[in-house]
C-alpha cells in the first residue's frame, strides 16, 4: 500500500480518536470558560507562527524552543501564511485584563488574542499543554479544537525554595521554573540565606559565600556552595523569559548564623539550639553592612522588591538583654524591650530598601511593626494565628497567603509518608491544596486587590537530593496552579481526571513524583544517614 494513503489512515484515524479523548479539556490550571469544537488543527514543521504585535515576540520564542524540545517540531516566525498558521494578535478590548487570553484552535489555525506579553504567553502555554498530550505521527500533531477565555484569579502565583539548608544548584532551579512556567506560576520567591548556609555571592564581603557558604542542614563540614552573581543573572534571565519574577529573601534580623560565622562583628548572640542566631541591632556598623548587601542583591533581581524575612526573632535574641550596644541602644531610644528593638531594626532596614525605590516584603511577625503600608507586602504564614492575618488587612497591607496548612510543601502528603513535617499529625494533601481558598481564612470585607495571591513554600530540612524534592513537589504544583489561577468554582474529581495526563508528563521528564493515584508506586524517599534512600522508578 502506497506510503501516503497508510499514513492518511492513520492521520483520520488519530484526528477521530483525538476528539473523542480529549473531551475534558487537558489544561492546568482549568481555564475561565471553555468549548470544545468538533474539528482539529494539524501542526507541522511548516505551520508558521505569525507575531501581529512585536511585544509578543519573547513568549513566540519560548513556543518555538519548547515545541522543539518536547515534539521535536521546528517552527519559524514568519509575516504571514498561505496555510493554517498560529497568530498572535494583539485585543482591541478595552476590559481585558492583565494575563488575559483568547485562544481558538480548529482546522482553519490557532488564534492567540492578548492585551499584554504575559496574556500571549499563557495562551502559547495553554497550546503548549496540548500539545504535549497530543500523540505525534510523521512529525504531525493532531491538536483538538478549543475555544478558550482565560484569565488569572491572582496576580501573585508563587514558589518558594529554601536553599540555605540543601543547595541545588541552577540546573535544577531552572527545571522548577521551567515547570512553574508549564503551570503558569509567576513568583520564584528564593530563600538564599539563613542558619545553615549563605547561597549568594556578595562582592563587598565575599566572605559571605566563602565561608558563610559551608555547610548544610546536615552536615556543617559540606564544601562552600553559593551562587555567583553571573549564575544569579543567568537565572533571573532564565525566569524572565518565562514570565516568572524572582524575589530574593535576606533573612534578618533573626536565622543570620551563617552570616555571622563569616563576619562575626555583626553577630547580637544566639539561644541554645540557635547559635549565633541574630545581628546585633546595637551596633551602628551592622546598618552599614547589611544596606551594602541590599544594594548589590537589589542591583542583581530587577524585581524592585526584596524579602527580609523578620520571622521567629525570638527564638535567639535572649543575648540581646544583656549586650551592652544593644543596652544603650534601648536607653538612647527608649525601647522597652527586645520587641521594640526588633521593630526599630526592622524599620530602618525597611529604609533601605525603599530609598533603593524598591518593596519590602516580610512575614507575618512584622505586621505588627507599622511598616509603611504602601510599600510593604506581608506574607502570612501561621494559620494558628488569623489574627495577624486581621491586623495585616485591617492596617492596608497588601497580602500573600502562604498558611502552612495547606501550603507548606516540606509537609507530608498522604497519611502513609513519615519522613516529613506533619502539624498536630495533619498533612498537606493533594485535595487539601486543590481546595485552598481565601474564603477559609478572610470572612470580613477587605479591598478587592489587597491580597495579592497564594504561594507554596518548601523548606530543605528534610529535602536532601532532587529526588525527594520532586517528590514533594510534584503533583502539588499543579493543584497549587489550579488554586492560584482558576475561579473558586473547582472540581477536585475532575482535576484528578485531567491530572492523570499530567503524571505521565512527569514520568517523561525522569521526575520522582508521588502518584495519588496508586501511592505505593513509588516510595516515599526517605533519609538514611547524611543521603536520602533512592528509588528507581522503573523508566
Not at 472540581?491 to 521526575?511: C, I, P, S
Request: charged letters at 25%; a neutral charge; glycine letters at 6%.
Amino acid at each position: 500500500m502506497n506510503l501516503k494513503i497508510v499514513f492518511s489512515i492513520l492521520l483520520v484515524a488519530l484526528i477521530s480518536k483525538t476528539v473523542k479523548s480529549q473531551e475534558n479539556c487537558p489544561i492546568v490550571p482549568l481555564p475561565f470558560q471553555v468549548a470544545k469544537g468538533t474539528d482539529s488543527f494539524l501542526l507541522d514543521q511548516n505551520t508558521a507562527i505569525i507575531v501581529e504585535d512585536q511585544n509578543f515576540l519573547s513568549a513566540a520564542h519560548y513556543f518555538q524552543a519548547e515545541l522543539l524540545r518536547v515534539k521535536q517540531i521546528p517552527l519559524s516566525i514568519q509575516l504571514s501564511s498561505k496555510k493554517p498558521a498560529i497568530t498572535i494578535r494583539y485585543s482591541t478590548q478595552k476590559n481585558a485584563g492583565a494575563s488575559a487570553y483568547l485562544l481558538n484552535i480548529n482546522a482553519q489555525g490557532i488564534t492567540i488574542t492578548a492585551k499584554d506579553a504575559s496574556g500571549a504567553f499563557y495562551g502559547l502555554v495553554s497550546i503548549l499543554q496540548i500539545a504535549r498530550q497530543s500523540k505525534l505521527i510523521s512529525g504531525t500533531l493532531v491538536l483538538a479544537s478549543w475555544t478558550i477565555k482565560d484569565h488569572p484569579l491572582y496576580p501573585w502565583r508563587g514558589i518558594m525554595l529554601d536553599e540555605s539548608r540543601h543547595f541545588f544548584g541552577k540546573e535544577k532551579v531552572k527545571s522548577i521554573l521551567d515547570w512553574m512556567a508549564f503551570y503558569k506560576l509567576n513568583k520564584f520567591h528564593w530563600h538564599l540565606t539563613d542558619e545553615p548556609a549563605w547561597r549568594i555571592e556578595i562582592k563587598k564581603y565575599p566572605r559571605l559565600g566563602l565561608i558563610g557558604g559551608i555547610g548544610d542542614y546536615l552536615n556543617e563540614l559540606q564544601p562552600a556552595k553559593y551562587y555567583s552573581q553571573e549564575d544569579v543573572k543567568e537565572i533571573v534571565a532564565y525566569a524572565a523569559e518565562r514570565f516568572i519574577t524572582v524575589i530574593p529573601e535576606i533573612d534578618m534580623p533573626g536565622h543570620a548564623t551563617a552570616a555571622n560565622k563569616a563576619y562575626p562583628q555583626f553577630n547580637g548572640g544566639g539561644a541554645p539550639g540557635h547559635p549565633d542566631f541574630t545581628f546585633n541591632p546595637g551596633k551602628e556598623g551592622t546598618y552599614l553592612f547589611l544596606s551594602n548587601i541590599l544594594r548589590e542583591v537589589n542591583t542583581l533581581f530587577p524585581s524592585g522588591m526584596v524579602h527580609l524575612g523578620g520571622d521567629e526573632v525570638v527564638y535567639g535574641n535572649q543575648k540581646w538583654a544583656e549586650d551592652s550596644a544593644i543596652q544603650d541602644l534601648m536607653l538612647k531610644s527608649g525601647l522597652k524591650d527586645r520587641k521594640e528593638v526588633e521593630s526599630y531594626f526592622m524599620k530602618r532596614m525597611a529604609d533601605s530598601v525603599y530609598q533603593m525605590n524598591a518593596k519590602l516584603l516580610v512575614w507575618d511577625e512584622m505586621a505588627e511593626s507599622n511598616l509603611a503600608k504602601d510599600k510593604t507586602i506581608i506574607f502570612w504564614w501561621r494559620q494558628e494565628k488569623p489574627a495577624m492575618l486581621k491586623l495585616a488587612l485591617s492596617k492596608g497591607y497588601h497580602v500573600v497567603l502562604c498558611p502552612r496548612l495547606p501550603l507548606y510543601f516540606d509537609f507530608v502528603q498522604d497519611s502513609t509518608h513519615h519522613y516529613g513535617r506533619k502539624w498536630n499529625k495533619l498533612y498537606n494533601s493533594l485535595e487539601d491544596v486543590y481546595n485552598f481558598s481565601k474564603d477559609n481564612y478572610i470572612k470580613e470585607s477587605v479591598a478587592q486587590d489587597q491580597i495579592l495571591g497564594i504561594q507554596a513554600n518548601l523548606w530543605t530540612e528534610t529535602v536532601q537530593n532532587e529526588q525527594r524534592l520532586d517528590y514533594l513537589l510534584f503533583p502539588r504544583i499543579t493543584a497549587l496552579a489550579e488554586a492560584a489561577w482558576s475561579s473558586e468554582r473547582k472540581d477536585f474529581t475532575k482535576f484528578k481526571q485531567r491530572l492523570k495526563e499530567h503524571l505521565l508528563l512527569f514520568r517523561e521528564a525522569g521526575l520522582y513524583y508521588f502518584d495519588p493515584f496508586e501511592p505505593n508506586k513509588f516510595p516515599e524517599p526517605v533519609r538514611i544517614g547524611l543521603g536520602i534512600k533512592r528509588f528507581d522508578m522503573g523508566l
